[in-house]
């Protein structure tokens, strides 16, 4: 994509914040490593996703964080948008609604919270 690129030829042993400027991030429904943490930030233990300043993001254990590179790849994972910072308004719910069951919005922000296992790494993949 840009010089953001970056292939992994090792096993990634990390969940989120990989060090200085390096991320696991969900892009195509695959985890890669980036040296950008991605549009949004998602908890795996709670299937909710934030935006990156999100303060209840922020305070969750780095292990249990993983990022997105846009807000396709948060909801085709099955992660629902976050209460406290709203990432989501009608007219990212339009981009997205055959992605959701949910009927509303409303409902979307509403779904109850469950642990989502974020997918392991592929081999040589690269954002
Ligand atoms: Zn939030």
């Not at 990989?18 to 969900?26: K, N, R, S």
């Not at 950008?36 to 299937?47: L, Q, R």
């Not at 846009?70 to 709203?86: I, Q, S, Y």
């Not at 989501?88 to 009927?103: A, I």
């Amino acid at each position: 994509m840009n010089s953001a690129s970056l292939v992994s030829e090792e096993p990634i042993t990390c969940m989120g914040y990989c060090g200085p400027q390096l991320y696991t991030v969900i892009k195509d429904g695959q985890l890669v490593l980036s040296e950008v943490p991605g549009a949004y930030a998602g908890i795996v233990t709670k299937g909710i996703f934030g935006r990156l300043e999100c303060k209840s993001g922020m305070y969750a254990k780095r292990e249990n964080r993983v990022f997105f590179a846009t807000l396709e790849d948060a909801v085709k994972m099955g992660f629902r948008p976050c209460n406290k910072c709203k990432p989501l308004d009608e007219e990212h719910f339009e981009r997205v609604k055959s992605l959701v069951r949910e009927p509303t919005l409303n409902d979307f922000y509403h779904r109850p919270m469950r642990r989502i296992d974020p997918p392991t790494l592929s081999e040589s993949l690269r954002w």
